[in-house]
């Protein structure tokens, strides 16, 4: 019944190696996005897709790829990873038009690189 | 852009106390503001919403906000406030331009007993 579902939700793992992070939801929403959340609870947001399409990519290093098989699916593929990639990674989900809904979050990916 | 600030990082009140948490909001037009609620270990859950009509606007778990457009402002209150209440609270500003919602740095509510 989870709205928006992320797995995993722990994933440690050592520096340079690749690692996805999978999300789906179930809501029949158009929109999807996914969030960084740092160690001081600063949330910023990384890539929003609408309809499988992307239309925000923050500044994020291009070792960061989203990728959008269709619209219940946001899935986030990370290469050689850092130690500041360390956070945790928040997906969520919205109608076509995020303003006056809100969005719906999934319960997040803590991740931590050693 | 738009953008949110939450002056105060943490606050601690007595479990049974009023609750007030401020949110200053910086947009051109009509902002739609939403305040969300993180407990530990857990995603960002949505407590109430504003985006037009009555600036004092009701939300889950007895918690209300009023918009006030001369002060930027849209701040959270609770009357009375109970131990699990402690969580950290977002204040967020989306536009209908985009899909881009920012978000403030947060306030950690701490309650004591």
């Known amino acids: 019944d989870t709205a928006v579902s992320q797995t995993p939700k722990y994933l440690v793992t050592q520096m340079g190696n690749d690692k996805s992070i999978k999300c789906e939801q179930n809501?029949?929403?158009?929109?999807m996005y996914w969030y960084k959340q740092d160690s001081k609870k600063f949330l910023k947001i990384m890539f929003s897709?609408?309809?499988?399409?992307?239309?925000i990519n923050e500044t994020v290093p291009n070792r960061f790829s989203p990728k959008s098989p269709d619209k219940a699916h946001l899935n986030l593929h990370i290469n050689s990873l850092e130690l500041g990639d360390s956070a945790v990674y928040f997906c969520?989900?919205?109608?076509?038009?995020?303003?006056?809904?809100?969005?719906?979050f999934g319960s997040g990916t803590r991740l931590t690189v050693v | 852009a738009q953008s949110v600030t939450q002056p105060d990082i943490h606050i601690t009140v007595s479990e049974g106390a009023s609750l007030e948490l401020r949110c200053n909001y910086s947009?051109?037009?009509?902002?739609?503001l939403f305040w969300y609620v993180q407990s530990p270990g857990q995603g960002l859950q949505l407590l109430l919403k504003?985006?037009?009509?009555?600036?004092l606007v009701q939300g889950i778990k007895g918690f209300e906000a009023e918009f006030k457009r001369s002060q930027s402002s849209f701040n959270l209150r609770k009357p009375s406030v109970h131990w699990s209440d402690a969580a950290e609270y977002f204040c967020?500003?989306?536009?209908?331009?985009?899909?881009?919602?920012?978000f403030g740095a947060g306030t950690r509510l701490t309650v004591k007993p």
């Open positions: 504003y985006f037009s009509g009555d600036t």
């Open positions: 947009y051109g037009a009509t902002p739609y």
């Open positions: 897709y609408n309809n499988k399409e992307l239309i």
């Open positions: 967020a500003v989306g536009t209908s331009n985009n899909n881009d919602m920012r």
């Open positions: 969520a989900s919205s109608p076509r038009e995020a303003g006056p809904y809100g969005y719906t």
């Open positions: 809501l029949g929403h158009d929109t």
